[in-house]
């Protein structure tokens, strides 16, 4: 892709709406606006500064705003321009047809995001979090997207890389002054220093076990026989009636699923039909579905009607359960009535819960629990960096893995020359994580999963 053209999009979704934005960016944008944009006053947009807005004509389309804003002071960091005019699908298109005669090239999907990284306004991370925060659907999942909007993780790896050019530059001086006493880092010195990096960015790669619980969401499944109050904790699950709760077994056929907030996490939140030996063709596929739900979750929510002994059909489910390796959390629902059920035959689970959909009691408790197993701590991201993709935490686990290696060859009193290529390796992995050093088919990928406009 040429990224040295000007290119223009509809920056809004597609669709009526008070108001929509076209973009055009690149070295011409100005100058191509300026054909298409006819300012009422006079005046072209070639003669505003950056950052003015003017009322004007669209060509013979529409009336609207145009805001110049002048390289780099740009989102792109490109000379760019932003046309305002009514939202309608018919408009925008003809706009942005004015604009692409005028001279600018239809923009890909995410080609403004990829004009801001590749002119260095903003870090492969940021743009990532970026792209999270457009798909934001939880408060949860804003804030986490703010957090690394704002390049706290890249910082953080930052520091770590800062700290291990000075460690190199010791390093250097060893191995090509051998016979001076530099005396500036003993190697129990230089020992802690590489310890303190790898332990600051140990610290930093667990955090995307909350990253990941949040953004990508927990995979979910509540189980269990007909009439437990599965349904009935979905709903008070996902905060509303959204599964038909009836005494009738059989009620619920196929899946239903849901992303929602829960504690500190995301649960990709799944009801499934209760497991028994059913004549009914419709809810033997729904049982199938659901056991293959199962094998798929990281947690499975087996329900059990606490307020009765546990039978066969519990039984049953008991042996599907087994060789899962999801966390497996016993609820023992129903706890408003007497509670009857044998806890010894429940050891399978990593934990046994009691609730009541009825009064929502344990629900808390589970929340909790759920924390306890998916988040690495409670960390806040308004004040944490939050590693949140898979990309950056691979980036940062094997720069970990470089310094495990580094720090084993200083114990067993390896040359300084070996230790400083696991040092290197370590911080070409560092400056993977804000894109300062990553393949092209990487960060292709990233931004194609942008929309156009963006
Ligand atoms: P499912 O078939 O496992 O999905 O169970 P439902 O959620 O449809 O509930 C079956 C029946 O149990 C309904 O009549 C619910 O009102 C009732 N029920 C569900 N949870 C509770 C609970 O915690 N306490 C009491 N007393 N009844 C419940």
Known sequence: MNFNDTVAAVSTPRGKGGIAVIRISGDEAIRIADKVFVPKCGKTLSSLPSGKAIYGAISDIDDGIATVFRAPHSFTGEDTVEISCHGGVLVTSEVLSAFLSAGARAAEAGEF??????????GLSEAEALGALLEADTHARLKLSHSGL????????KAQYDALCLIMSHLYAVIDYPDEDLGNLSKDELRSSLANCLSSLRSLASSY?????????VATVLCGKPNVGKSSLYNRIVGRDAAIVTSVAGTTRDLLEETVPYGGVTLRICDTAGLHNSGDVVESIGIERAKKK?????????????????????EE??????????????LLNKSDKPMLADFSKLSLFDRIMTTSAETGEGLDDLAEAIDGYFLAGKLDPATDPIVATARQHAALSRACEYLEN?????????????????????????SEVDGRQVSEDIVSGIFSHFCVGK
Do not use: H, W, Y
Request: charged share 25%; with cysteine.
């Open 317 to 330: 489910l008991l042996e599907t359960l087994a060789p899962l390796s999801a966390v497996k959390i016993a």
């Open 406 to 430: 580094a720090i084993s060859a200083l114990d067993i009193d390896m040359e300084e020359d070996l230790i400083s290529s696991d040092v290197e390796a370590a911080m070409s992995a560092l």
């Open 150 to 157: 704002s390049g706290k993780v890249s910082a953080a790896a």
């Open 209 to 217: 076990k909350n990253g990941k619980a949040i953004l990508e969401g």
């Open 294 to 314: 199962m094998e798929e979750a990281e947690l499975v929510l087996a329900v059990f009607d606490g307020s009765c002994a546990l039978d066969s059909m519990d």
């Open 113 to 122: 995001t990829r004009r801001a990284f590749l002119s260095g306004k903003l």
